[in-house]
């Protein structure tokens, strides 16, 4: 009598079912590892489109309009005075420029309200606009761009103890075997034309207290750090420190420090704290020292009120209604197709998640 043979564990060919699994690279099932777990998958119908399209234009348009308004309401007078301060050839502006001669302008200024204003409800900002400035370097290739913005050292702006770290900032590094401070052509290169300012023979005040960001002023320029061998080199770039006052009080200096990206830039330079009424003549008596006119830059001076968005800037304003209003003709484009050629939407049912639920 014969018997079919019974596969065991030990037989030639067997496989152990338990051994199989601890084998397999397969990962355990679980909802979170086959991506079940429940999930919003929603249907963009028509409806939900336009209303997303309508929704966005509601939000945006009156930003928009709110935002142009706030900078048509600002007050700004731009005065250029590299070009009238000093007459004669390139060079000749350059050798006048870098000699030691009294470089003192006298600009006129006429404060005019275009528009209904409120003296009491803002300050008075001066603004300092330079063009193609060393900032930008836009008149060399990339690696000079690279060379000027890289040539500063933080942790020696930042610690006392780190004064001698000026490995980045050649140039500007060392003046006869002794680390300036604060190094670097960033620095190097502080902007020194100054203003005076005045109404009817009386002298305006200048507020440049707060000037700088306190970001800047409380982490990234130290307390108990001083200028130290500042523009003593051969060749002088800007304006000089008062070495008595810590590099955390020089803001002039943490202004310009912070580089602009664009070669046409606006720098704060104080701020005028009393009224200026319509019509009022301001006299600004000024020091043209600094050297734009090596490489074909301006030099300008901004008077200007601010409003909630700040200065004086159309852009916000344009883009969200040009958002806005893209977004609106789309909505209307949509329900106008949608009414004249409708198209019948599918069932949801058959779609793999729905008709699947388990992915098995």
């Given at each position: 009598m014969s018997s079919n043979p019974t596969p065991s564990s030990g037989g030639p060919g067997s496989v152990d079912p338990s051994a199989a699994r601890r084998n397999s690279k397969r990962p355990k099932y679980s909802k979170f590892t086959q991506q079940e777990l429940p999930a919003c998958k929603p249907i963009l119908t028509p409806g939900w489109v336009i209303s997303a399209f309508l929704l966005v234009s509601v939000v945006f348009i009156p930003i928009g309009v709110a935002s142009l308004f706030a900078s048509r309401d600002v007050v700004e007078i731009v005065?250029?005075?590299?070009?009238?301060c000093m007459n004669g050839t390139k060079s000749d502006r350059i050798k006048y420029i870098q000699g030691s001669g009294d470089k003192t302008c006298t600009r006129t200024l006429t404060w005019t309200?275009?528009?209904p204003y409120k003296p009491h409800s803002h300050h008075h900002f001066i603004g300092l606009c330079v063009s193609s400035t060393f900032q930008?370097?836009?008149f060399l290739s990339f690696p000079f761009v690279s060379l000027y913005v890289k040539s500063r050292s933080d942790a020696q702006l930042r610690y006392k103890k780190k004064e001698s770290e000026v490995s980045a900032c050649k140039p500007e590094d060392m003046v006869d075997g002794k680390p300036i401070v604060p190094c670097g052509l960033i620095a190097w290169s502080l902007f020194n034309d100054t203003y005076s300012f005045a109404i009817r023979n009386q002298n305006?005040?200048?507020n440049k207290k707060d000037i700088s960001w306190e970001s800047d002023r409380d982490h990234k320029f130290g307390k108990d750090v001083y200028p130290k061998n500042f523009q003593?080199?051969?060749?002088?770039?800007?304006?000089?420190?008062?070495?008595?006052?810590?590099l955390s009080q020089q803001e002039d200096l943490i202004v310009w420090m912070r580089t602009a990206a664009l070669p046409t830039f606006r720098k704060l330079y104080g701020r005028i704290e009393q009224d200026l009424q319509a019509n009022d003549v301001i006299t600004v008596t000024l020091q043209n020292n600094y050297n734009t006119y090596s490489f074909n830059g301006?030099?300008?001076l901004v008077l200007s009120t601010t409003s909630w968005i700040g200065g004086k800037n159309d852009f916000?304003?344009?883009a969200y209604l040009t958002v806005g209003g893209f977004?609106?003709?789309?909505?209307?484009l949509f329900t106008l197709i949608y009414l004249v050629k409708p198209r019948r939407l599918g069932d949801p049912s058959y779609l793999s998640w729905n008709r699947n639920p388990g992915g098995r």
């Open positions: 005065d250029r005075y590299d070009d009238v309200v275009v528009m930008h370097f836009p305006i005040t200048v003593k080199g051969s060749l002088i770039g800007g304006a000089h420190l008062n070495e008595s006052v810590p301006k030099k300008m916000l304003g344009i977004c609106f003709f789309l909505a209307v």
